[in-house]
């Protein structure tokens, strides 16, 4: 199965810094890839997301990368604000045995001010 | 409109024990999923309906969880006998179909704690 893992487990930035979080999977077939994020005690949110058809994406501060022949993709925050502070998770998806989502450890995003 | 709908929020039980959580999704979501998120990880697909049919649970620890989606609609999710290693934060979430082309939502959680 598809499994997915997920770099830095923390990242401290200073506010108005940009950060950046890391993903790779390993089933070529996955063929959309959402970044969700999870503020303390609260439901995961989709803040952004990518097919395989498409190279990047942009919404506002935050952008997603990938790259196919890698198997990797990333998430870029600019900007950072303190409620950008929370825990970010990856995720990919395969399409083959019911369209499985398969999600990464985590990243823990602290902006200090 | 309403997001997903969760109860109980929380649940305290002891081990041996059995509990269950129920779920309500978005109206008109036919996509239903169970997740287990253990402290410091990322979600883990217990099982997904289709409408009222199960699409995959090859994670879903069949000898002790069990779930159930009767109209396609409300879903179960129980557990007996809870072991220690159950303790964790139970998601579900809905989506308007199956695949890459339809977002998931979320819903607030039950967390499980398991002495």
């Known amino acids: 199965g598809e499994n997915v893992e997920q770099h830095p487990s923390t990242l401290s930035v200073q506010e108005g810094d940009s950060a950046v979080i890391k993903c790779t999977y390993s089933?070529?077939?996955?063929?959309?890839f959402p970044w969700y994020k999870q503020e303390l005690g609260k439901r995961p949110q989709l803040i952004i997301d990518?097919?395989?058809?498409?190279g990047e994406k942009k919404d506002q501060r935050i952008a997603v990368t990938l790259n196919k022949t890698a198997k990797h993709f990333s998430l870029h925050i600019t900007e950072t604000q303190p409620e950008d502070s929370a825990v970010y998770f990856c995720a990919a998806l395969n399409p083959g045995g019911g369209n499985k989502l398969t999600f990464g450890t985590g990243t823990q995003l602290k902006v200090e001010l | 409109e309403a997001g997903v709908a969760q109860s109980p929020r929380y649940k305290i039980i002891e081990k041996r024990q059995s509990v269950a959580f129920w779920c309500n999704p978005i109206?008109?979501?036919?996509?239903l999923y169970w997740y287990q998120q253990i402290l410091g990880q990322g979600p883990k697909l217990l099982i997904q309906?289709?409408?009222?049919?199960?699409?995959?649970d090859s994670q879903l620890p069949k000898d002790r969880f069990s779930a159930e989606r009767l109209k396609g609609v409300d879903s179960t999710l129980k557990i007996q006998p809870a072991k220690l290693e159950d303790s964790a934060v139970y998601l579900c979430?809905?989506?308007?179909?199956?695949?890459?082309?339809?977002?998931?939502?979320f819903g607030p959680g039950t967390r499980l704690t398991v002495l």
């Open positions: 089933d070529s077939a996955s063929n959309y």
């Open positions: 109206s008109g979501h036919a996509t």
């Open positions: 990518i097919r395989s058809n498409v």
């Open positions: 979430a809905s989506s308007l179909g199956a695949g890459g082309r339809n977002e998931q939502f």
């Open positions: 309906f289709q409408n009222n049919g199960v699409v995959d």
